[in-house]
């Protein structure tokens, strides 16, 4: 059982920086991949970021490349998203995820993961 908890969320003016952090328990380095995903109030989750484990390759979505960026700290098994030039368009409830079985998913994709946290807010205001 992996237990997480997200935390770092707010409220920030456009262009602003926040920093999130995903705290793991339970967690065990058999995961493939760790992710952030994001969902606004009437739209679909989607993939932010997110690590594969096995090479360590790490992945963004295009709306976020250049602005965020995804890192762990194995020693804390403690997942982070450095999130700067905030946009009014990145409010959502982040979590974050781990895939702990290898599926035919690719990592920035939430079908795959099999644990997830219960979100921190963002809010980007403009």
């Known amino acids: 059982q992996v237990h997480l908890m997200e935390s770092g969320g707010g409220t920030v003016q456009a262009g602003g920086s926040l920093r999130l952090s995903c705290a793991a328990s339970g967690y065990t380095y058999s995961s493939h991949c760790m992710g952030w995903f994001r969902q606004a109030p009437g739209k679909e989750r989607e993939g932010v970021a997110a690590i594969y484990r096995r090479d360590y390759k790490l992945y963004y979505a295009d709306s976020v490349k250049g602005r965020f960026t995804i890192s762990q700290d194995n020693a804390e098994n403690t997942l982070y998203l450095q999130m700067n030039s905030l946009k009014p368009e990145d409010t959502a409830m982040y979590y974050c995820?781990?895939?702990?079985?290898?599926?035919?998913?690719?990592?920035?994709?939430?079908?795959?993961?099999?644990?997830w946290g219960q979100g921190t807010q963002v809010t980007v205001s403009s």
């Open positions: 995820a781990v895939q702990t079985m290898s599926t035919a998913y690719p990592c920035l994709v939430d079908r795959g993961y099999n644990y």
